[in-house]
């Protein structure tokens, strides 16, 4: 998509929009991560509502299916003591033919602060970015095949608080449906961007994209090989509704090769982490041993989202709430 990282970052380095991992600098990141700490807290305690965004009205515009990622955000959001207004596709007038404009245009009239967007189109996010008002902020809950990258920070936080802030120590293996994943794109521009020691894909040929090697990863067509001496091994979901034409044999055929057992998990170091950012197709893609394991951190992951979407909300909005006006 864009590289035109002004979109995102204002000339002063804060949060604008948050669109996609790439382009942004580690420093950054690492600045969410350390808020994201900071969340985690209120989070866990008995009041769990913090008054930074009280006031503001945040827009969950859900184009798309959603649980975990549309609920972590509106429960971000009320911690934040914004106003939440969930909208979905199946109640909203696109199904009537008004044109996604029509829609923010009526949701600006309505004095919006922040659209939450979640689309099928890869670069829906960066579309509406660039044609809101310049007052509002935009984050990207997951375009197309493109970017989610609230979902990759969730990700490195639940990574960083599971095994430290070294990432240059660790080897993390992404296994599953590459080709199809905007999490996998996310995660693997803020694995590099953090230095982790060494990143790699896992998966069928058919489910590797094009041009791999240029993101900076190690690939790999073995389960075995792939996850041999990793400490992180993040499961990605096979998303058949994204697939065209047949690029697998069976379902019973990938979890033969490329589903993880317990078994197959003695290859990678004793203390590995797995993680999955659901859904989780069990016995497709992971055994439910496996998922429901001691090496297992995939609820945490979901816990971990809403404080790192406390973050990244608060960031994005910082400058309108200190009176800046954006350019
Ligand atoms: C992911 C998504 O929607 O891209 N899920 C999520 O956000 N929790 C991955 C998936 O659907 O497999």
């Known amino acids: 998509m864009t590289r035109d990282n002004s979109l995102q970052v204002d000339k002063d380095g804060n949060l604008r929009h948050f669109l996609c991992i790439r382009g942004l600098t580690s420093n950054l990141l690492t600045d969410i991560l350390d808020a994201a700490e900071s969340f985690a807290g209120v989070t ?6 913090v008054p930074l965004l009280r006031g503001k009205t945040i827009v969950n515009l859900f184009f798309e299916a959603s649980t975990r ?29 008004e044109s996604l404009m029509d829609t923010l245009s009526n949701l600006e009239a309505m004095h919006v602060d922040m659209f939450v967007v ?123 509704e994204r697939m065209e034409g047949a690029l697998l044999p069976s379902e019973q055929e990938y979890f033969q090769l490329f589903g ?11 203390d590995v982490t797995v993680m999955h950012p659901g859904p989780i197709n069990r016995g497709v893609e992971m055994d439910s041993i496996v998922a429901d394991g001691p090496r297992s951190v995939i609820l945490q992951q979901v816990s971990h989202g809403i404080a790192v979407r406390m973050a990244v909300m608060s960031m994005a909005m910082r400058r309108v709430g200190m009176g800046g006006e954006r350019n």
């Open 260 to 270: 993880l057992t317990e078994d197959k998990l003695t290859s990678a170091k004793p």
């Open 118 to 240: 979640r689309h099928a189109e890869s670069g829906s996010a960066h579309f509406i970015a660039r044609n809101v008002a310049p007052h509002i902020s935009v984050i990207n809950a997951g375009d197309g095949r493109h970017a989610h990258p609230t979902q990759a920070m969730l990700d490195m936080f639940t990574i960083r608080r599971t095994k430290g802030k070294d990432f240059g120590r660790l080897r993390v293996a992404i296994v599953g449906d590459i080709l199809h994943s905007r999490v996998a794109r996310s995660q693997i521009h803020a694995l590099n961007l953090l230095n982790t020691g060494e990143v790699r894909i896992v998966a069928p040929k058919t489910l590797i994209p094009a041009h791999a090697e240029t993101l900076g990863v190690h690939i790999f067509h073995d389960l075995e090989e792939g996850i041999r001496d990793a400490d992180v091994i993040m499961m990605l979901r096979l998303q058949n």
């Open 44 to 49: 866990e305690q008995t009041v769990k509502k």
């Open 69 to 97: 990622t549309r609920t972590t955000f509106e429960l971000a959001a009320k911690r934040l003591s914004a106003d939440v207004l969930n909208i979905s596709v199946a109640v909203s007038s696109t199904v009537k033919g």
